[in-house]
């Protein structure tokens, strides 16, 4: 059973950082991509960066030079250090994750990043 547990949230100033963990386990295949997604309220679920396992990245342009997408394979960790946080990247932030041939996706449940003006 793949299990995707985020953590790092939290309430922080304008300008501030925030550095968000996602720790995988029970993954058996192939993890080929994996991505920060955010929802804000009122909004729809949209992506923040992705990380291909051949070790590409993709960001959405709201973060470029902002937010840094990172992964320890050792550890089956994801991580999205932000800086430079404004209060339109407040949402509940998500870990997703695509394994296999199939490429069946995992969600994790999410942690909330607060930042105030």
């Known amino acids: 059973q793949v299990q995707l547990v985020e953590s790092g949230g939290g309430l922080v100033q304008t300008g501030g950082s925030l550095r968000l963990s996602c720790a995988a386990s029970?993954?058996?295949?192939?993890?080929?991509?994996m991505e920060w997604y955010r929802q804000a309220p009122g909004k729809q679920r949209e992506v923040v960066a992705s990380l291909y396992r051949g070790g590409g990245t993709d960001y959405a342009d709201f973060v470029k030079g902002r937010f840094t997408i990172s992964r320890d394979y050792s550890k089956n960790m994801l991580f999205l250090q932000m800086n430079n946080l404004q209060p339109e990247d407040t949402a509940v932030y998500y870990c997703k994750l695509n394994v296999g041939i199939s490429w069946r996706e995992y969600w994790g449940q999410g942690t909330q990043v607060s930042v105030s003006s």
């Open positions: 029970g993954v058996t295949s192939s993890m080929n991509r």
